[in-house]
């Protein structure tokens, strides 16, 4: 089953502009990663953050969680047409020992569309 | 330095027959991981090892289903009396460790399709 759901499930903007796709979860986290996927293969890390953290940026990404509201939003600022991809959050469920578990649970993506 | 590689890149079988399906981790990496990735959906665990032992199987959908590390290292998926559901990407990561705040790296996938 699936724990993430990332919002919304299909976002198309033009270069330059900002993108922020959500994500909302169930359970209680250690930490919840951010991947890119492009033509449906291999995805690529982009950004940790942890559960005591509540923001985190790299480059043009920015990441914000909420563990109180289960959620957290990436944004991506200045998009580029290299941007298209589809984005998945995956989170890494807390364990009885309060120690991360190393499954992650993925959303079903938000696919993003950047166009020039 | 070599990510991770999987191997075939694509296969096509009939239902009922056997694959087998290849994965090299990143060298060093102790913890090697596979999903599978639906049409449309994102990827869902299968199986965890840590070195040589599968320290989690709960993910495999049923006992058609078996993976293997024999060295610590490649690890092979093996899916017997395939049937048309099983098509799907099936995708490998690797990890430094175990511990859950690894980032996982993962390999383009096998795009396996079940006639």
């Known amino acids: 089953s699936q724990q993430g759901e990332e919002d919304p499930q299909a976002l198309s903007i033009q270069e330059g502009e900002n993108a922020t796709m959500n994500c909302s979860y169930k359970t209680s986290i250690n930490n919840l990663q951010w991947y890119r996927q492009n033509s449906g293969r291999g995805l690529v890390h982009l950004i940790l953050i942890r559960s005591n953290e509540r923001e985190k940026h790299s480059g043009r990404l920015r990441v914000t969680l909420d563990t109180s509201k289960k959620s957290s939003s990436l944004l991506i600022t200045a998009s580029r047409a290299a941007d298209t991809a589809s984005y998945f959050c995956a989170t890494d469920a807390e364990d009885d020992s309060g120690a991360g578990s190393y499954q992650l649970t993925f959303g079903k993506g938000t696919k993003l569309s950047v166009i020039p | ?115």
């Open chain 2, 1 to 115: 330095g070599a990510g991770v590689s999987q191997t075939p890149s694509n296969k096509v079988t009939e239902k009922g027959k056997y694959v087998e399906l290849r994965c090299d981790p990143i060298s060093g990496h102790t913890a090697l991981y596979w999903y599978r990735q639906s049409l449309g959906q994102g990827p869902e665990f299968l199986i965890y090892f840590q070195g040589t032992g599968a320290a989690d199987d709960s993910g495999l959908p049923n006992d058609r289903f078996f993976a293997v590390r024999p060295e610590g290292s490649v690890s092979t998926l093996k899916i017997q009396r395939t049937e048309r559901g099983d098509s799907a990407v099936y995708l490998c990561a690797s990890s430094l460790d175990s511990g859950g705040a690894d980032e996982q790296f993962f390999g383009p996938g096998t795009r396996l399709t079940v006639l």
